[in-house]
């Protein structure tokens, strides 16, 4: 019998449009812990924003998180991996982010911090992402001002994220563009249709789906890897077999070994199950 780690991320790949989890999937993902293969949600989230509904799956125990700047052991309570951004270069990011027509936040010893003003005039900044605005108001922390804290904690960042009104969405995509020449230590991907998250250049999905392959004898040609946005293209690439979801960005389906139905028609679920067929044990 072949071990297999299958990676997934959750918004638009896992979960259906109003963040559930179809029934499809469900039985895919039983049915692969049945054959014992490792089942790891990926996920731009911290650990205790990923929703209730994949923290009580018994059979998911590791978790990539904040993009790859984490990997997290759900059983034994403690990070295997960590890649954070540095305090001074944290800063200097939100001094760059000062100039944009943005909300920002980040991520640090996982919970979300924002500068108040921000977190009390978000709104509009949200108007066909609803549920990141729910998210945002839920799983941030306000603070007076967020360089400030940042200096004063003088504590590495776990993630950054910036989001733009829609009617800037042609200035998002020059920043993606630009933002790697200003902070080569820094990369710039996306979630969802108006923001950019920014990781340590070490960091991301891919690198920590190996180094988890790694720790748990499991060989990368049998690792899987399921994913929507651009900040799963680094994952897609590295796994043994790179899923794109039928709803994927473009740039995510060129680089995708395979394209499966959407997150709405249960495309994890779908090819999932032909997998475990195909391993036939």
């Known amino acids: 019998m072949i071990r297999k780690l299958i990676a997934f991320d959750l918004d638009g790949t896992l979960f259906d449009d109003d963040k559930g989890i179809p029934a499809e999937n469900l039985r895919a993902l039983e049915a692969a812990a049945d ?10 989230r911290m ?25 997290y052991d759900a059983a034994e309570d403690k990070v295997l991996l960590r890649e954070e951004i540095p305090a001074e270069l944290a800063i ?6 000062d ?25 509009d900044f949200f108007p066909f992402e609803p549920h990141m605005y729910r998210m945002v108001k839920l799983l941030r922390v306000p603070v007076e001002e967020l ?3 940042l200096r ?16 800037d969405l042609a200035l998002r995509a020059q920043e993606l563009e630009r933002f790697p020449r200003l902070f080569p230590e820094l990369c710039g991907t996306t979630s969802v249709s108006n923001n950019i998250e920014i990781n340590s250049a070490r960091a991301g999905k891919g690198k920590a789906l190996l ?24 994952m897609l690439e590295m796994a043994g ?24 028609e249960a495309g994890v679920g779908k090819l999932l199950l032909r997998l475990l067929a195909e391993d036939g044990t």
């Open 47 to 71: 650990a205790p924003g990923i929703p209730e509904n994949v923290r009580s799956l018994p059979f998911c125990r590791y978790y990539i998180v904040s993009n790859g700047a984490g990997v």
């Open 35 to 44: 054959r014992d293969w490792v089942l790891v949600p990926a996920t731009g």
């Open 211 to 234: 180094a988890l392959a790694e720790l748990l004898g499991i060989p990368r040609e049998d690792t899987v890897a399921f994913g929507d946005g651009t900040n799963d293209c680094e």
């Open 241 to 264: 077999l790179g899923v794109a979801m039928g709803n994927a960005d473009p740039q995510v389906k060129a680089i995708a070994d395979e394209i499966t139905g959407s997150n709405r």
């Open 152 to 167: 004063a904690r003088g504590e590495p960042v776990q993630k950054m994220q910036m989001f733009f009104r829609p009617r």
């Open 99 to 123: 100039t944009l027509p943005v909300v920002y936040d980040c991520y640090q010893n996982d919970r979300g911090w924002m500068t108040r003003s921000m977190y009390d005039s978000c709104e």
């Open 92 to 97: 200097r990011c939100c001094e760059h982010m």
């Open 147 to 149: 360089k400030a804290t």
